[in-house]
């Protein structure tokens, strides 16, 4: 009769690595579904999976008004005309955790899932920021900020410029404060009309434009919250009604903060409807796990792509808050 094999750690080492590795993918998965706030995001970026590795958005600037025409008279012609196109090129981002391969054997792989669960939470957070980017790049033509790359419509000026060219060859646009003016109830009413008047590359203007979102830095959530939320207008005795009220969301990012990477004293009016500050997904968060041939180590690696940017400016109004002049 054969002797029975002894149980031993040389004898089951495999079947623990493999053990662990599906406990670390599961753990992994598990942290990652927590929610990512992206519906919340999506009154503000458009958030969207995709196929492809390169993107091309292009717009198309439509038929201008109708004329009008005496009978008999020929109908004036017109054409539609390209607009500005911004091309997108999707970025890895990753990271590597390994696991000793002494820790799996002696069970102490438990004590090394927390190492996953914050891995998820990177890549959530990454992600996050990732799209704050958009905005926190907005008053630059840089080709990173960050670290992390932004791609642009190519007008050749910042996402927040004073002088947006129309593709028509008409009067320059502006979608920025040009003296940063800080976030007041009056203010904020500057700021939407300069947002509601934005018009088409025909100058024309926008119709359907949505709801509003105000977005700062913790800063200034307070004080945004008190302007858009009130029941009645704030900052007077007087019993007027807000008229902010409902037309307004408001929403707050701690990626706006100074201390990461955003200014404290920034904010910005999205339309809901018309901007176009995009967040294209071509794989969402994976994970993944090798065995080292020559140390049996296991080898975790977790790893995204993405690509951020804005494929147009409309829809957006930025003031950088610090009362300083702004060319951009």
């Known amino acids: 009769m054969a002797t029975p094999t002894i149980e031993t750690r040389a004898v089951f080492g495999d079947l623990a690595q493999r053990g662990a590795i599906a406990k670390f993918a599961d753990v992994f998965d598990q942290s990652l579904m927590v929610a990512d706030n992206l519906e919340v995001l999506q009154k503000v970026f458009k958030v969207e999976n995709t196929t492809d590795s390169i993107i091309r958005d292009t717009s198309v600037v439509g038929l201008g008004l109708f004329s009008e025409v005496s009978e008999g008279d020929a109908y004036d012609e017109d054409s539609n005309m390209v607009g500005y196109e911004t091309v997108y090129t999707v970025k890895n981002l990753g990271k590597t955790v390994t696991v000793t391969k002494n820790r799996i054997e002696d069970s102490d792989y438990k004590r090394e899932l927390d190492t996953f669960r914050h891995a998820a939470v990177a890549a959530r957070l990454t992600k996050a920021k990732y799209i704050f980017n958009v905005l926190n790049g907005s008053r630059t033509t840089a080709v990173t900020n960050n670290s992390y790359t932004l791609y ?8 927040a410029s004073v002088s947006h060219p129309r593709r028509d060859g008409g009067t320059a646009q502006s979608n920025a404060s040009a003296t940063g003016v800080t976030l007041t109830e009056l203010n904020l009413e500057t700021g939407r ?7 088409t590359d025909r100058g024309l203007p926008i119709e359907f434009m949505g709801k509003v979102t105000l977005v700062v830095p913790d800063d200034l959530e307070k ?3 008190i302007f858009a939320n009130s029941n009645l207008r704030p900052t007077t005795a007087n019993n007027d009604l807000n008229f902010y009220e409902g037309k307004i969301d408001v929403l707050s990012s701690k990626w706006l903060n100074s201390a990461n990477g955003g200014n404290s004293t920034a904010w910005y009016l999205v339309d809901q409807n018309i901007a176009q500050l995009k967040l294209y997904i071509r794989q969402d968060a994976q994970f993944y796990s090798t065995v080292e041939a020559k140390t049996r180590n296991v080898i975790n690696d977790i790893d995204l792509r993405l690509a951020a940017g804005h494929s147009d400016w409309r829809g957006t109004w930025v ?3 610090d009362g ?5």
């Open 324 to 328: 300083a002049a702004y060319t951009g």
């Open 152 to 159: 642009r419509m190519a007008d050749a000026v910042a996402l």
């Open 319 to 321: 003031s950088a808050g």
């Open 193 to 199: 009309l300069a947002l509601v008047k934005q018009l």
């Open 223 to 225: 004080d945004a919250t």
